[in-house]
């Protein structure tokens, strides 16, 4: 699992328990799933389609630093499937874990299409391959 993105739990991220509020992680879930998936298809027509079994293990508190880890379970025909596991910076207790976020590539008519993947793809090998070209 990578951990690509930090987030620092503000005060308005908290409900009235004082602790992260649960809409807000799973906000900044969706968006990681779908800059990934954007990343990973190389298209930024990708919606959300599903959202498995999503369980809070444990809390997150003000001033805590937390990170957001993406990995891909299958590739689809035009589906992504990610996994999703978020944890404390500092400590790696597990904050959350998601186990199938599946996001589908669409067409300029918002209809799914085939993307074409069939493995994780590197940035920076795409921009390799380029300059070799
Ligand atoms: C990042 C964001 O915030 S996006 C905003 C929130 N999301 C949205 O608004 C999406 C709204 N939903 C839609 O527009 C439509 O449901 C679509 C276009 C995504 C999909 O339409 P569908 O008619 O379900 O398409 P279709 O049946 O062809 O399925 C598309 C893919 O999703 C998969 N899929 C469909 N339903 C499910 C489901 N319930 N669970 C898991 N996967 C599913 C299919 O297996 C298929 O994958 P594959 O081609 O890799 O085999």
């Known amino acids: 699992m990578n951990y690509h ?20 992680l799973l906000q900044w879930i969706d968006e990681e799933a779908a800059l990934y998936a954007v990343i990973q298809l ?6 959300t389609k599903f959202i498995s079994e999503i369980n809070f293990v444990s ?20 589906s992504l499937t990610l996994c999703c596991q978020v944890r404390n910076k500092m400590t790696h207790q ?11 590539n669409l067409d300029e008519e918002g209809n799914p ?6 493995k994780v ?8 391959n380029q300059n070799t070209l």
């Open 113 to 118: 299409a085939p993307h074409g993947k069939t």
């Open 94 to 104: 597990t904050i959350i874990t998601v186990d199938r976020i599946v996001m589908v």
């Open 5 to 24: 993105t930090r987030k620092w739990v503000k005060p308005e991220d908290l409900n009235p328990n004082q602790s992260l509020f649960g809409g807000r």
């Open 59 to 78: 809390s997150a508190k003000q001033g805590d630093i937390i990170e957001i880890g993406i990995e891909v379970s299958a590739f689809g025909s035009t």
């Open 121 to 128: 793809e590197f940035v920076k090998d795409r921009l390799s």
């Open 42 to 47: 190389e298209n930024k027509k990708v919606v």
